[in-house]
């Protein structure tokens, strides 16, 4: 399966691209909120991961507002992909969408799951958006770069460099032998375990140091975290320090290990 290369377009610049998917995201996260802690049955895909009503009507809901705003831009969705395939190929520009990241701990009542969409330019992520529907936080791109909108209200994101106190994340399947492992390897003598693409927008908030993943992820999971993370003045970058890129179709859109970093 491909998506072909459309005539796109044209796109107001990218830095305001990300209040246009908070919007959408928003309204993904109002469509989730009602199934959290509401005896939600999960299915298993063929990559045995679960699926729930929630994340297929939150995908539905956020490419249909996709389609009628970026009429013929590309969408690379998680639970589309798992239904499908991944396409065999993309264009420079087209959009990566987990509509709801962290799917076991919705399903066992934790609040650490999130919406997730992200716009790719040249294999960047140049615009995104991140929505915690439990408590409606929302991390998104500006022009004047990150922010966290929060009880109405939005403040500017900047990363800071905490050397003699770093604070490390690290998944919630991590043991204690492993973040030992990763925190001497990266700087962090504490580490918090927390789940999804949260860790992502905690760093860009300034509210840890570093997350290094060594486990698989795909590109749906962390692009939209990234682009919030980058627009605060962090970096997500591969083990031979360059930052991590998008639209990997070869290999199934599934990313390299990598350190995401805050103040440097």
């Known amino acids: 399966m491909s998506l072909p290369a459309l005539s796109l377009p044209r796109l107001a610049p990218a830095a305001e691209e990300g209040r246009r998917l908070a919007e ?24 045995a991961s679960p699926v729930t009503e929630a994340d297929r009507r939150a995908e539905a809901l956020i490419l249909e507002r996709l389609a009628v705003i970026y009429p013929g831009v590309a969408v690379v969705g998680e ?64 022009k004047e770069g990150a922010v966290l909108r929060e009880g109405g209200r939005e403040r500017g994101l900047t990363v800071r460099a905490r050397p ?40 860009a908030q300034g509210s840890a140091d570093v ?18 993370l980058e627009a605060a ?6 083990a031979d320090g360059a930052p991590l890129l998008y639209g990997k179709a070869q290999a199934r859109f599934l990313n390299p290990p990598f350190t995401a970093l805050g103040g440097r």
């Not at 999130?114 to 929302?138: C, K, M, Q, S």
Request: charged fraction near 20%; charge should be negative; include cysteine.
């Open 233 to 238: 003045g962090g970096a997500v970058l591969t």
């Open 211 to 228: 997350y290094p993943r060594t486990g698989p992820t795909s590109e749906w999971d962390i692009a939209a975290g990234q682009a919030v």
């Open 79 to 142: 639970e589309g992909c798992a239904d499908c395939g991944t396409p065999d190929s993309v264009p420079a520009r087209f959009f990566l969408v987990d509509p709801l990241d962290g799917t076991r701990g919705f399903v066992s009542g934790s609040d650490e799951f999130t919406v997730n969409i992200a716009l790719i330019e040249d294999g960047r992520p140049v615009a995104g958006a991140v929505a915690t529907p439990a408590d409606g936080r929302l991390w998104l791109t500006t």
């Open 164 to 203: 003699e106190e770093a604070l490390g994340l690290v998944s919630l399947s991590c043991g204690n032998a492993e973040a030992e492992r990763l925190g001497l390897r990266h700087g962090f003598l504490r580490w918090r375990a927390m789940n999804s693409s949260l860790k992502l927008v905690t760093i």
């Open 24 to 47: 959408i995201a928003e309204e993904a996260a109002a469509l989730i909120r009602p199934y959290w802690r509401a005896g939600v049955q999960a299915e298993r895909k063929a990559d």
